[in-house]
């Protein structure tokens, strides 16, 4: 009987134990927002509202662009846009996130790249405003800018 009790007692401990690490554990890297809009200019090719998404998994970090007002001037085949979006950090070096990661697109239809992969360190704070993103289309390249600040504000990094 002594030894059963002694079995619960040490598996109550342990569970005990378990939860209380769960309570003190590092929460998970977040970015925020996780959302912002922009107003880019594309030269010839367009411009107008758009949005970037970004996620943060430790350094490690991914950006999505999405714009309804600038389209698809011919179809585009997927992962075949070679994208580099440069943004500006207010916190030390710009952030370069690249990729080839796009969805099928035919003429007309609205721009997506991304999630396009790159490094962050805890504290960036990452605007597309003074920074720009590239992306080449069967050779031809086209280069949009911000005219002005993301909104709600830049991408803080934990």
């Known amino acids: 009987m002594r030894g059963k009790r002694i079995g619960s007692g040490a598996a109550l401990l342990a569970g005990a134990l378990a939860v209380t690490g769960l309570a003190f554990a590092p929460t998970a890297l977040a970015v925020a927002p996780t959302t912002a809009s922009v107003t880019a200019n594309c030269g010839l090719f367009g411009g107008g509202a758009a949005t970037l998404t970004a996620t943060q998994s430790g350094t490690s970090a991914t950006l999505t ?63 597309f405003y003074r920074g720009s993103l590239k992306m080449v289309v069967f050779g031809i390249t086209v280069t949009c800018t911000a005219t002005g600040p993301q909104s709600p504000g830049p991408f803080v990094f934990d």
Do not use: Q, Y
Not at 71 to 78: C, E, F, L, R, Y
Not at 89 to 107: I, L
């Open 65 to 127: 662009l999405k714009s309804t007002a600038i389209t698809a001037p011919i179809p585009i085949g997927a992962n075949s846009i070679n994208s580099t979006l440069t943004m500006a950090n207010s916190t030390g070096s710009a952030r370069v996130f690249t990729g080839t990661v796009n969805p099928a697109m035919p003429t007309g239809a609205p721009i997506e790249v991304g999630p396009l992969g790159g490094t962050v360190a805890s504290g960036d704070s990452l605007d």
